[in-house]
């Protein structure tokens, strides 16, 4: 199990910004850049879904956040983050940093991120 290092997020009002980490600390820099790593996020009562990934050759976002949010790669640090932008409260959710590597998924704790109207 690969251990994954969240944080950030928290509460802010629509229309604020917020900012999620995740790091893998220990990993060596070659296995990184084969990683793909990034964030899912479920809210009350729905099912968990891709916020935005990011590997070596390209990024993904979900329809809903692209043009407000923007993920990165620090290939140095092992970490991806996570800029929220323009929130809006149904952006409100546990947000779950994913990581693929070898074809195995791992996930994080989960942060909180709540917006308020």
């Known amino acids: 199990q690969v251990r994954l290092v969240e944080s950030g997020g928290g509460l802010v009002k629509e229309g604020g910004s917020l900012r999620l980490s995740c790091g893998a600390p220990?990993?060596?820099?070659?296995?990184?850049?084969?990683?793909?790593m990034g964030w899912y996020r479920q809210a009350p009562g729905k099912q968990r879904e891709m916020v935005a990934m990011?590997?070596?050759?390209?990024?993904d976002y979900a329809d809903s956040v692209k043009g407000r949010f923007t993920i990165s790669r620090d290939v140095n640090k092992k970490m991806v983050i996570l800029q929220m932008n323009s929130l809006r409260p149904e952006d409100t959710a546990v947000y779950y940093c994913n990581l693929v590597r070898y074809g195995q998924t791992h996930w994080g704790e989960g942060r909180l991120v709540t917006v308020s109207s």
């Open positions: 990011a590997s070596r050759e390209s990024t």
């Open positions: 220990g990993t060596i820099t070659s296995t990184f850049r084969g990683d793909t």
